[in-house]
């Protein structure tokens, strides 16, 4: 059974603070997507990273593809308020498209 | 543009009532469509996913079917409700047919049974 594990749980920070989500798994997977997602609706793509060791930038936001391609990692630069959410990792493989999500991350950001 | 919509936002059922949730996607052909339940706060879990009219898998076995009478259409399903299916309902589309492709979500169904 594939999982993905993502740590902390909670997260709650002032504003202004760094903060690193990190997405574990001991399955390889062909891309791994990350979301967000606000109280009462559905998630909403961030970002694919798709090569091992690939490195993409969202303004504040540098998501980080493992090299073996079975972990990932999340890290919000001077966090605003604005970042508060769910923010799921989630795996994809095979030809379905079918995605595996982690356990989630839930951010509170603190003015 | 492509288009995902949900509903109800909300349902209030009885145990033992049926359900049926339904999810239609708009400025696309041929989509794959996905059931997810998700808990509070947490991961979502895939119920069911569907690559055509007609074709449906189940990813765990419970309470309830869905079924894909049309291309762009998608239904959750139950004969009787139980107190553990509550929670919340989410539909989602990905372009078929190519791999690693991002899916979109509709605003989730908030499903309470009494």
């Known amino acids: 059974t594939q999982l993905l594990e993502q740590s902390p749980q909670f997260l709650s920070i002032q504003e202004g603070e760094n903060l690193t989500v990190y997405c574990n798994s001991s399955?390889?997977?062909?891309?791994l997507q990350w979301y967000r997602q606000e109280p009462g609706e559905g998630p909403v793509l961030l970002v694919t990273?798709?090569?091992?060791?690939e490195v993409k930038k969202l303004k504040r936001l540098t998501f980080q593809f493992g090299d073996a391609r079975k972990d990932s990692s999340l890290h919000i630069t001077a966090a605003q308020t604005g970042d508060t959410g769910l923010y799921l990792c989630?795996?994809?493989?095979?030809?379905?498209?079918?995605?595996?999500f982690g356990t989630g991350t839930l951010l509170a950001v603190q003015p | 543009s492509q288009t995902i919509h949900q509903w109800p936002a909300t349902l209030v059922q009885p145990v033992g009532s049926p359900l049926s949730l339904e999810c239609t996607v708009e400025?696309?052909?041929?989509?794959?469509l996905y059931w997810y339940r998700q808990a509070a706060g947490r991961g979502l879990q895939l119920l069911f996913y569907?690559?055509?009219?007609?074709?449906i898998s189940s990813e765990v076995p419970q309470n309830l079917s869905a079924s894909r009478p049309q291309d762009r259409q998608f239904i959750l399903s139950s004969k009787k409700l139980l107190l553990s299916d509550s929670g919340f309902y989410l539909c989602?589309?990905?372009?078929?047919?190519?791999?690693?492709?991002?899916?979109?979500f509709g605003d989730g169904t908030r499903l309470s049974i009494l």
């Open positions: 400025g696309t052909s041929n989509p794959n």
């Open positions: 399955s390889v997977f062909s891309s």
């Open positions: 989630a795996g994809a493989w095979g030809a379905t498209n079918k995605l595996i």
């Open positions: 989602a589309w990905s372009p078929g047919q190519r791999p690693n492709q991002p899916q979109h």
């Open positions: 569907s690559v055509g009219i007609g074709q």
């Open positions: 990273v798709v090569t091992g060791g």
